[in-house]
């Protein structure tokens, strides 16, 4: 292991101490790329330790990443009195998202 990983997984560890120390329901989430330092099997083994899931992961639709919390930030306290009302609502704020967001989550 080189010194820039072997510094980066020490920080890493007194930063996932220090902020579980206070909270440890704490969610922590980790996003890399696939630059080789974090390609490296010692990063591997350790974020390995941290998710099970892999990085690539045909399964995550962008619905995951877009749609799913730009809904839930919208309808975000509000009360149905049935599911066809709760429906609707979904529906209402997909036709109001304009087209533009739409294109650019499914082509990144």
């Not at 009302?85 to 739409?102: D, I, N, R, Y």
């Amino acid at each position: 292991m080189d010194l820039t990983r072997a510094v980066m997984y020490y920080d890493f560890r007194q930063v996932f101490k220090e902020i579980r120390k206070d909270n440890r329901q704490c969610r922590i989430i980790l996003h890399y790329n696939n630059a080789s330092c974090h390609t490296s099997a010692e990063t591997t083994r350790f974020l390995d330790e941290l998710t099970g899931h892999p990085p690539y992961s045909p399964d995550l639709a962008p619905n995951d990443f877009y749609l799913f919390p730009s809904v839930k930030n919208n309808l975000r306290g509000q009360c149905f009195l049935s599911c066809e009302e709760a429906v609707h609502a979904f529906k209402m704020h997909g036709l109001e998202t304009p087209q533009s967001k739409w294109e650019k989550c499914y082509k990144n």
